[in-house]
Every structure is written in C-alpha cells, then in structure tokens.
Antibody, heavy 117, light 110 residues
Framework: EVQLLESGGSLVQPGGSLRLSCEAS????????MTWVRQAPGKGLEWVSG????????YFADSVKGRFTISRDNSKNTLYLQMNSLRAEDTAVYYC??????????WGQGTLVTVSS | QSALTQPASVSGSPGQSITISCTGT?????????VSWYQHHPGKAPKLIIY???NRPSGVSNRFSGSKSGNTASLTISGLRAEDEADYYC??????????FGTGTKVTVL
C-alpha cells in the first residue's frame, strides 16, 4: 500500500523558516515525480511545488518562488520542502502527493504550518 | 496563475446527476489533457477521481465521469449518494510548467 507521511509542520514567526518532510513507502520512490499542495484555512487547494523523479528539475508556484525549495533524498524515500521568509499567507495544511505528470495520487494526510507572531 | 473557476456549490437529491464545471484558459485547460479531479472530505486526504480529462483510477466508481470542451472541463456525478457530499477540485497543467487548481465546489446531497 502506498503511504505518504508528512511531518515538520508547526507554529513559526513571520520571516522564519521551516522544513517539511514527506516519508514515502509502498512504491519505488525514485521512479516518481512528487508534489506539494497546500490548503489555507477556509480556502481551496493550491499547487505549491513539484520535483522530477531524479530531483533534476523543480517547479514552483509564483507565490513561493524564491522563498521555497523542494528536494528529495531517494535513498531515504523522503521528499522535502524548505520554506524560508515565511508569511502569514503561507499558513496552511501542506500535503505531499505522488506524481507531477498530470495528476496527483495518492496524497498524504497533511501537516499544519501556522505563521504567526 | 489564476485559479480555475468552479461553482461554489452544487446540490442534488439522492439518485440524481449533477455536473461541476471547471473553466480555465487557453494556457491551461484549453491546451492540455492533463485535467484531473479530486474529492476532498474535510480533514482527510484529497482523493483522485478522474485523470487525463476522463479516465477513472482503479477503484473509483463509474458514477464519476469527466469531459472537456474548449477551456472548460466538467465532472458529472450520477446516481448521487450521501457519501458523495464533499468538496471537489479540478486541476490542470499549465503552459508555465506548473499546475493550477480550481476554486473548489461544495457538493451537497439534499
């Protein structure tokens, strides 16, 4: 069974940094692109970032470009999202999902990031 | 990249059919068949129900179907059931090599 488990979410002050992790199991992680999607409180889903299977190419939404970095460690079956210069509007549940080649399946349960002083 | 436009809410009685629209532009929905749909029950992980415009993943009910015409994609749920009550989101690949989600539609089963 494919499983994705996010971690690292917490309360952080504006301007701070946070690194999210997504541990994958049940599939050959190194063969699949991966994606981060977020949902702010009371809002819809927002695609944040994607990375190819090798990690050689990365993609970002304009809203996070220059502040967020996506990476992966295929030896640890883990996806990361490094978030810097955090803003209140980055407050959201962050989901990782398998795929970035047209659709996302499955998704993890999400981890909550709260940016507040 | 602006979110794709979906109706905020759609409702129907059990057994009825409903359709949710997802309107984009020639830079996303209109140019790519990488349109997917997700069912999201609050507090749970979103679930893929349609990919590549009209394909259903294994295990997804055939009551869910998708289509596309021009810049607008559509999701139809037939034989509406109580468990279909959820939020639904479309998604499309874009010309910027990114993805964009729809604004989301709350489906209510009356």
């Amino acid at each position: 069974e494919v499983q994705l488990l996010e971690s690292g979410g917490s309360l952080v002050q504006p301007g701070g940094s946070l690194r999210l992790s997504c541990e994958a199991s049940g599939f050959t992680f190194s063969r699949y692109a991966m994606t981060w999607v977020r949902q702010a409180p009371g809002k819809g889903l927002e695609w944040v970032s994607g990375i190819t299977d090798s990690g050689g190419s990365t993609y970002f939404a304009d809203s996070v470009k220059g502040r967020f970095t996506i990476s992966r460690d295929n030896s640890k079956n883990t996806l990361y999202l490094q978030m810097n210069s955090l803003r209140a509007e980055d407050t959201a549940v962050y989901y990782c999902a398998k795929g970035n080649g047209g659709w996302f399946d499955p998704w993890g349960q999400g981890t909550l990031v709260t940016v507040s002083s | 990249q602006s979110a794709l436009t979906q109706p905020a809410s759609v409702s129907g009685s059990p057994g009825q059919s409903i359709t949710i629209s997802c309107t984009g532009t020639s830079s996303d929905v209109g140019s790519y068949n990488s349109v997917s749909w997700y069912q999201h029950h609050p507090g749970k992980a979103p679930k893929l129900i349609i990919y590549d415009v009209s394909n259903r993943p294994s295990g997804v009910s055939n009551r869910f179907s998708g289509s596309k015409s021009g810049n607008t994609a559509s999701l139809t749920i037939s034989g509406l059931r109580a468990e279909d009550e959820a939020d639904y989101y479309c998604s499309s690949y874009t010309s910027s090599s990114t993805y964009v989600f729809g604004t989301g539609t709350k489906v209510t089963v009356l």
